[in-house]
């Protein structure tokens, strides 16, 4: 017998330890994967916002890994045994720049774990939250959704798609090319086949297309603040997917700056214009 999925709320409060350096070769990646020049090199030189992502690799060996390339379990994260995996949504809050050069320490706990077995299928909802910290304190804090659906509730599909936010005052076309998604994966060593596999993407989860990874959609939003306010210091920024982006067509990132400046209001439509994701932004004052 399966083993109820309220039963693994067990793992809330799990926690696990790992340590990092921050490296300029991790940067030289980021930046030439997103277009970006003069990325900072020197020792001592804070990274931009996001860009810790390239640290701190999922270790899982290849005897614990499922089929779609995600950790079959074995650490904190309980082994949900729902067969899709997605991202709801990420918070971050930037408390202390990193550094080049940082020795980095960082604390993930599983923080909440939330469970909906609904008619249209299961789904659970596993909050993750990673406390990364230097020599010099608490650095940055993010929390995010992991999602894990059934097949069916995997294949639902909203009816209505909800309305774009705001007139754009920010826009930027992107061109989704397997080659991008590639080098992003690589830059996280993110090794869910959705990402890469046109294959198993196509024939096993039955999608139109290569999945656009939710993290690189946000760290373009992201982007665009550092270009659009680049006098301004972001101090938390949070997404919501709302379907996937998939590489069929380009897809459309926008925003708009509140009136005081001290905030933003982003979002990314997809190849059909559909609103995939919504995000908000704060800096610093």
Known sequence: MAEPLE????????????????TASAMLKFAATLGLENPPMEKGAPIPPGWYGGFFPASHRPAQMRTDGQAAGGGIVPPIPLPRRRIGGTRMTFHEPLR???DITRVTEIADIRIDDAPSGAMATVIERNSISNSRGLAVVEERDLVFLSEARAEAAATTPPAVPAQATWRRVIEPNPALLFRFSAIRFNSHRIHYDRDYVTKVERLPGLVVQSSLVSQLLIEMCRSELPARQLASFGFKSVRQIYDTGKFTIAGAAGADGREAELWALDANGNLAMTAAAKFAL
């Open 7 to 22: 039963s693994f709320k067990r793992y809330i409060g799990k926690s696990e330890t790992a340590t990092d350096v921050v």
């Open 100 to 102: 080049i050069g940082d």
